[in-house]
């Protein structure tokens, strides 16, 4: 099977730092890789979309200079959550695609900004 | 602007009935529907459908396509306590690199 993990699962932090959360293909090569926001109750909701060695594509609303995403490898994305404040709080889930259009989802980090 | 919406939002059912999940999209270039369970954590995948009319099975779980109508039910029968969980729909278009655009989700309850 194809499994993705994300580290930190979970993260506590004081307003005004930065967050960094890793998102890692663990037995496959991701063409593309996406992170998500989900706030409690609601849905997921799309943030970017990273492919290996490009500039994210940010969807409208998300603040690129906020949510900075490297994808320096195949099996990797990170996403930087910097000068974090409490309204960043939230559950991150990043996901991986191979070829076969079927996306895999992380565990999600819960980030929690006091 | 793509859209997936879910019915109902929350369902509470007692063990051992058999519940119907409904999801209409709008996407642009449709290529093919998902269905998720998400429990405490990430999603996990449970169909995708891509052709109208095929129906997928998964034990309990089936789901069908109507690309015609745009929508897509998810058929959970006796239903077992381990089922509570949210459902969330996705629907993909060819363009935008797999991208997808979730549904509310709808939360669903089964009852001992």
């Known amino acids: 099977g194809a499994v993705v993990s994300q580290h930190p699962s979970r993260v506590i932090c004081k307003s005004g730092t930065s967050v960094k959360i890793e998102c890692r293909s663990l037995?496959?090569?991701?063409?593309?890789m996406f992170w998500y926001r989900q706030f409690p109750k609601q849905s997921l909701m799309l943030m970017a979309t990273?492919?290996?060695?490009?500039?994210?594509?940010?969807e409208q609303g998300v603040e690129k200079d906020k949510f900075l995403i490297n994808h320096a490898s195949l099996t990797l994305s990170t996403l930087t959550v910097t000068s974090a404040h409490p309204e960043d709080s939230s559950f991150y889930i990043c996901?991986?695609?191979?070829?076969?259009?079927?996306?895999?989802f992380g565990p999600g980090t819960r980030l929690t900004v006091t | 602007e793509d859209k997936v919406v879910q019915s109902p939002l929350s369902l509470v059912v007692h063990e051992g009935d058999t519940v119907t999940l409904n999801c209409s999209y709008e996407?642009?270039?449709?290529?093919?529907l998902l269905w998720y369970k998400q429990e405490k954590k990430a999603p996990t995948f449970l169909f995708m459908l891509?052709?109208?009319?095929i129906e997928k099975k998964s034990g309990r779980l089936s789901s069908i396509l109507d690309k015609k109508e745009l929508f897509s039910i998810l058929n959970i029968t006796a239903t077992q306590t381990g089922d509570s969980a949210v459902y969330l729909c996705?629907?993909?278009?060819?363009?935008?690199?797999?991208?997808?655009?979730f549904g509310q989700g709808t939360r669903l309850t089964i009852n001992p």
């Open positions: 996901s991986a695609t191979r070829t076969d259009y079927e996306q895999y």
């Open positions: 037995d496959f090569q991701a063409t593309t």
């Open positions: 990273s492919n290996e060695g490009s500039k994210a594509t940010y």
């Open positions: 996407v642009t270039n449709f290529r093919s």
């Open positions: 891509t052709s109208s009319g």
């Open positions: 996705a629907a993909s278009g060819i363009q935008g690199a797999q991208k997808l655009v």
